[in-house]
């Protein structure tokens, strides 16, 4: 089942902030789907998710402003 | 720059009471200096080796090539696109000091944003990228139409489709792209020459476009040997262009 995200109305750095925190309850493997209100927004989370090393699976503007990136979580090596 | 160098190893100014107005403090202009007023006349060579064992050397006035700016650039601003601090203080070394016509400012802005006003120096770069897309990495979300703020983008057959006339250059569509399919075709520096703010302020005139540092370091070169033979004293180098006529300087400066 995968988890959701409900992050309309957030700016950042909070978007990226709660995405992290929320990341950090799941396991590696899992999926997690993130609303957001507001493109720059998504397009930093989506930039940050990546450079973490997460994967991103889809990324679409669903109607009304809203975009949805669903991301799966990858445990990374940090050595 | 911080002022702790400064701080550090001038006792000149150190010893300056610091409610007094001659504490060092950045005159908040654009030349990005660091002024020391107050200073006594007889103290300067001190002040000078001072400084110099801080590496901060004295910044050129007068008819001369002033000292390069910069904005931030990689790896502060996010936005940006080039190192422009270094490539800054390669043009500083080999030019700062040189004795001109009239006064003369250069400097170096890391994305189209030009924060450092490019368009306002004798000599302004301004990094900029072309984006050209991959179409089999597309996966047609539209986030990089969105994203663009120049209205450069539409979607046609799920796919964005990009206006040259409207693009800025400043890759932001590269930056959004969830898979990457935005590549660079061509990135460098848009030059722009003869600008300058004051009393009659103008706007420089780009006169090329996707250089390199070492083009760049040439440009300046070429420019400044057009100056030093044809610019009368006391005439800015924009003012120059438009005596002679800017077909013939693009054409000595470019070759
Ligand atoms: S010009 Fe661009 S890279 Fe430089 S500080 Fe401004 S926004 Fe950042
Ligand atoms: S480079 Fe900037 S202006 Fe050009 S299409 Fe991309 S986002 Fe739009
Ligand atoms: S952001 Fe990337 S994947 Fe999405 S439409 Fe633009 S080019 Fe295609």
Known sequence: ????????????????????????ELD????????????????????????????????KALSGEVWQIVVKKNEIDLQ | MTSSPYACACPAAQSLPTS?????????????????????????????????????????????????????????????????????????????????????????????????????????????????????????????VDICREKALVLQDGKPLLDKSRCVLCADCMQSCPTDAWKAERMGYAVYAGGKNGRHPTQGEKIADFVNEEQGMMIIQRCLDFYLQHGKKRERLGDLIRRVGRDEFKAAVLQ
């Open chain 1, 28 to 59: 590696s493997g899992q999926d997690l789907t993130i609303l957001l209100d507001d493109s720059a927004a998504t397009a930093n989370v989506s930039r940050s998710l990546r450079s973490e090393g997460h994967e991103i699976l889809d990324l």
């Open chain 2, 20 to 144: 007094f107005p001659g504490s060092p403090r950045w005159p908040g202009g654009t030349a990005q200096g660091i002024e020391i007023p107050w200073i006594k006349f007889k103290e300067i060579e001190a002040a000078r080796k001072d400084l110099a064992g801080a590496g901060l050397t004295l910044g050129p006035c007068g008819p001369r090539f002033r000292t390069v700016t910069a904005c931030p650039g990689l790896p502060v601003c996010r936005r940006a696109l080039a190192d422009s601090q270094s490539f800054a203080r390669q043009i500083d070394q080999k030019f700062s000091g040189w004795l001109l016509p009239h006064k003369f400012k250069a400097t170096v802005s890391a994305c189209p944003n030009a924060c450092s006003r490019p368009q306002e120096n004798e000599i302004g770069f301004c990094a900029a990228v072309q984006p050209y897309m991959e179409a089999d990495a597309c996966m047609g979300c539209g986030l990089c």
């Open chain 1, 1 to 24: 089942m995968t988890e959701e995200l409900d992050l309309r109305g957030e700016v950042c750095p909070y978007t990226f902030v709660k995405t992290k925190l929320r990341l950090e």
